[in-house]
């Protein structure tokens, strides 16, 4: 009977490099993921000399206020929807990498997946900030490799935004410009 031997080769150093880069990229999208914090105030309302407080709810008095609550949640809710699909991805990664009986091909395919995934996290975050950085109130990107879909908080976008969100698209990754679309909430 042959004994196992506990040798460390050149792939197991980089199946673990990758795996620790991988794990590294999706902390820093957890980490710079904006907090969502379900503090909420007690507000009060003055009606002649009265107050009346409403215990946890907001007063709401105009429809803008709820528009714009409406595309932050919408903002916040994809970001916690994508957070949570690669995180379900990078489980899963490192899980048929951990894996036992898949060959050393299958292993190096599954390896540069995560190594993919872990570019695609970096550019969307990129993305978002250079976006953000042109005066957006907020925007959130998702790539897949051949399309890139770009969403963005905005009351009007005009084609020379258009085209510069475009141009960011295209130097951050190598998507086609007939694969990139731009969606706007208000």
């Known amino acids: 009977m042959k004994k196992p031997s ?14 620790l880069m991988l794990a590294i990229a999706v902390y820093i999208n957890y980490a710079a993921a904006p907090k969502i914090s379900d503090d909420t105030e007690t507000k009060t309302v003055t009606a002649k000399n009265d107050t009346v407080s409403y215990g946890e709810t ?4 105009a429809e803008t206020e709820s ?5 932050t949640d919408y903002f916040a809710q994809a970001r916690l929807d994508k957070m949570n699909n690669r995180d379900t ?3 899963t990664l490192q899980s048929i990498i951990g894996g036992g ?49 770009v969403v963005i908080k905005t009351a ?31």
């Open 89 to 91: 991805a990078v489980q």
């Open 6 to 19: 506990v040798i460390i080769g050149k792939k197991q150093i980089i199946m673990t490099c990758l795996t």
């Open 101 to 149: 009986d898949i060959t050393e091909d299958e292993m190096v395919m599954n390896a540069l997946d995560a190594v993919e995934v872990s570019k695609l996290i970096e550019a969307e975050g990129t993305i978002e900030s250079l976006v953000k950085a042109q005066g957006f109130d907020d925007c959130v990107a998702y790539l897949d490799g051949e399309t890139a879909k």
């Open 67 to 71: 528009v714009n609550a409406e595309a």
């Open 156 to 186: 009007g976008l005009d084609k020379a935004q258009a085209a510069s969100i475009k141009q960011i698209i295209l130097d951050e990754t190598e998507v086609s410009p007939e694969n990139i679309r731009i969606f706007e909430v208000k």
């Open 58 to 61: 907001e007063f709401v008095n």
